[in-house]
Each structure stands twice: as C-alpha cells, then as structure tokens.
C-alpha cells in the first residue's frame, strides 16, 4: 500500500482554493465497527484497494468508552467526488464496518 508523505501532501492543490470540498484533495474517513473487528488493519486497507493513497501517520484509532467499538480514521488523498463516495461505500461494503463518516 502506498503512502504518501507530508512533502508529497502539499503537492496537491484544489481547483478553487478557499471555496469548501474540493477535489483533488486529502480527506479524512472514519470507519466504525466492533473492536474485535481488525478495523485498524482493514480501513487503510480497503481505500489502499481503491488506488487510493493514505497518508502516511494519519491513522488513528479511538475505543468507544465500553471498548465495544473502535473507529478507525485515514487520511487519503482522492482526485474527484466519485472516487471519495465510492471509498464510502467500499467500506460500508465491508460486514465489519458499521458506519463511515
């Protein structure tokens, strides 16, 4: 799996700076599951699958307070609209996954 770096991250530029959701652009996803799921693993996985690149360090892992459920958030950077709803469904795709923000 690719990843890239900060250096390579300040590469990209969206058409319209300043202007909200742009693409091409970095973008965070959140995937939600059960703890024993192995979301850590699976997220950057899935949007890896998609040729997409997830920036290397963004990973980050957060329990829900019964330690029941993890969400697990990427960093990736996705050239157009399409591509970043796909990387939602892709993961919502997954029986693991619960829910993506």
């Known amino acids: 799996m690719k990843k890239f770096d900060q250096h390579e991250l ?4 969206a058409e319209n700076p300043g202007q909200g959701f742009q693409f091409p652009g970095a973008f965070e996803i959140t995937a939600v599951g059960h703890a024993n799921a192995g979301l850590e693993q699976r997220v ?3 949007i ?4 997409l690149n997830v920036v290397a360090g963004s990973e980050r892992v957060r ?3 019964n330690g029941n459920f ?3 958030s990427v960093t990736f950077t996705c050239p157009s ?8 469904a892709a993961l919502r ?4 996954v619960k ?3």
Not at 10 to 13: C, F, G, L, R
Not at 81 to 88: L, S
Not at 93 to 96: E, I, M, Q, R, V
């Open 48 to 51: 890896a699958g998609l040729d």
């Open 44 to 46: 950057p996985a899935v």
């Open 99 to 101: 829910w993506t923000l």
């Open 81 to 88: 609209r399409e591509m970043y709803e796909t990387a939602h």
């Open 63 to 65: 329990p829900s307070s």
């Open 93 to 96: 795709a997954d029986p693991a």
């Open 70 to 72: 993890v969400s697990v």
């Open 10 to 13: 300040d590469k990209i530029h």
